[in-house]
Structure formats: C-alpha cells, structure tokens
T-cell receptor, first 114, second 112 residues
Framework: AQSVTQLDSQVPVFEEAPVELRCNYSSSVSVYLFWYVQYPNQGLQLLLKYLSGSTLVKSINGFEAEFNKSQTSFHLRKPSVHISDTAEYFCAVTVYSSASKIIFGSGTRLSIRP | KAGVTQTPRYLIKTRGQQVTLSCSPISGHRSVSWYQQTPGQGLQFLFEYFSETQRNKGNFPGRFSGRQFSNSRSEMNVSTLELGDSALYLC???????????FGPGTRLTVL
C-alpha cells in the first residue's frame, strides 16, 4: 500500500523568505507524485506533478519540487514567498496501475507573515 | 472548458437523514472520484467511477454510495447520517493523459 507523510503540519515564514515543505512517500511500485494547493474555502488545485523524465518540476508561480527516488521524497520549495501563497499544501501519490486513486498527505498549512 | 461543478455548495442535515450530492465533471472526462475532507482525518478517498462503473473504492461503510450516469455526471449518497459525516466532500474528474485530477469547490455538509 502507498502512503504519504508530510512532516510539518504548519510552516510560518516571513514574506520574501524561502520555504521548503517536506513530503516523503512509501510505495513498493512506481508512482506519480503531485502537489496540490487549497486556498481558503476552495477546492484543490494542481500545483505541479512528476510523472517521468526530469526529476525537477516547476509550477508557473515559482514553486518547484524534486523527485528523489533514493530518499523517496518530493519536497516543495520556493525561493521567495508572497502573501498570496498562504494556503494549505497537499502532497499526493498515485500508482501506475490505479491512476485514478490518489493518496494524500495530511497537508501543510503555509502562513506568510508580512 | 468549464471546470468541475458541485451542487449544492452547502448543506445542513440532521442525524439519521440521508443526503445526495451531485458532481458534473469537466466535459469529456469519464472518471469521477469522490473524497471526504475533515480536520481530523484529512483527505480520504471514497470511490471512483468510470463509464458508469465503480472502479475503485476506499474504506468507508456501506452508508456511502455513489453512481455515475451516461453523461459522466456523478452522485454520492450518504444514508443514516452521523455527526461524524460532517465534512467537505470533494469531487474530482480526470481524463486523457496526465493522470492529474481536477477538483470541484466541494460541498460542505453539516450534520446536526
């Protein structure tokens, strides 16, 4: 069975500071990896995904994540955060054989201080 | 393309009642998945429908059921509601390549 661990439930940072949200997964088979973001009172939006190829993937709003197979990690980073990045971030995994069932981590609440 | 829509957005029920939630996927998407989101349990997979057939199922009691129509719209039903069923219910659709799911805004169910 697959599982996802987000080690930090809350991460407070100052505006324009760098941030890293950690994600580790467990799976005996190959997986696809995702980061979703949920703004207050909204559904989830896909931030970025790793399916294959380059292990470094980037979003249009400056976030990036690197797939590290040996460490089974998919940490999310941004070099300089903005107030508008305040949201909850979910790491997720799905397996090749059942791509429609996503297993989510418990989420990390990112709060940006001015 | 229009996104995933869910109706109603908010719902208040009392214990013992039943409820039906509706989800319209993105046009052309044939897979619809349902998730329950609560502060204590996080996001949990309920089930997935593809071409009117349940293809995957999570670990929820039989009180939670669903169905999908020929136009890919899906409904989720919860019978004999319990206080613990209060949650945000999210629907997601997928189709084509990419494997990502596109989520609707959710239906917030409150059970009193």
């Amino acid at each position: 069975a697959q599982s996802v661990t987000q080690l930090d439930s809350q991460v407070p940072v100052f505006e324009e500071a760098p941030v890293e949200l950690r994600c580790n997964y467990s799976s005996s088979v190959s997986v696809y990896l995702f980061w979703y973001v949920q703004y207050p009172n909204q559904g989830l939006q896909l931030l970025l995904k790793y399916l294959s190829g380059s292990t470094l993937v980037k979003s249009i709003n400056g976030f990036e994540a690197e797939f590290n197979k040996s460490q089974t990690s998919f940490h999310l980073r941004k070099p300089s955060v903005h107030i508008s990045d305040t949201a909850e971030y979910f790491c997720a995994v799905t397996v090749y054989s059942s791509a429609s069932k996503i297993i989510f981590g418990s989420g990390t609440r990112l709060s940006i201080r001015p | 393309k229009a996104g995933v829509t869910q109706t109603p957005r908010y719902l208040i029920k009392t214990r013992g009642q039943q409820v039906t939630l509706s989800c319209s996927p993105i046009s052309g998407h044939r897979s619809v998945s349902w998730y329950q989101q609560t502060p204590g349990q996080g996001l949990q997979f309920l089930f997935e429908y593809f071409s009117e057939t349940q293809r995957n199922k999570g670990n929820f009691p039989g009180r939670f059921s669903g169905r999908q129509f020929s136009n890919s719209r899906s409904e989720m039903n919860v019978s004999t509601l319990e206080l613990g069923d209060s949650a945000l219910y999210l629907c997601a659709s997928s189709g084509g390549t990419g494997h990502e799911q596109f989520f609707g805004p959710g239906t917030r169910l409150t059970v009193l």
